[in-house]
Nanobody, 127 residues
Framework: VQLVESGGGLVQPGGSLRLSCTAS????????IGWFCQVPGQEREGVSS????????FIKDSVKGRFTTARDNAKNTVYLQMNSLEPEDTAVYYC?????????????????????WGQGAQVTVSS
């Protein structure tokens, strides 16, 4: 099982980045793919999740209108599009896979709902 994040980097405030998470080693179509962020000294926090069911997506309230997530099942890839980035968005972003049958609107942000994790991608928003 492997989840590989890409697309991180340094961007100026107001800029955009698109993170990609490419999965292998499991049946992608059965799993929701979540994005989490973590800064040093703080807990990992759910940002979004893209279910494999009917295109359902979840986004953390504080980034709605700026972040979106989408999956391309043909490529086993999920994207996190981040626009209007702010310095407070600086973090390591992780993608994770969890069984779609159990991830819902009430638990998509919970770390223990996800079974597989990527290595993380650094996003730095700074002028």
């Amino acid at each position: 099982v492997q989840l590989v994040e890409s697309g991180g980097g340094l961007v100026q405030p107001g800029g955009s980045l698109r993170l990609s998470c490419t999965a292998s080693g499991f049946t992608f179509g059965y799993y929701a793919i979540g994005w989490f962020c973590q800064v040093p000294g703080q807990e990992r926090e759910g940002v979004s999740s893209a279910s494999s069911k009917d295109g359902i997506t979840f986004i953390k309230d504080s980034v709605k209108g700026r972040f979106t997530t989408a999956r391309d099942n043909a490529k086993n890839t999920v994207y996190l599009q981040m626009n209007s980035l702010e310095p407070e968005d600086t973090a390591v972003y992780y993608c994770a896979a969890g069984w779609s049958g159990t991830i819902t609107t009430t638990n998509w942000w919970k770390i223990n709902e996800y079974d597989y994790w990527g290595q993380g991608a650094q996003v730095t928003v700074s002028s």
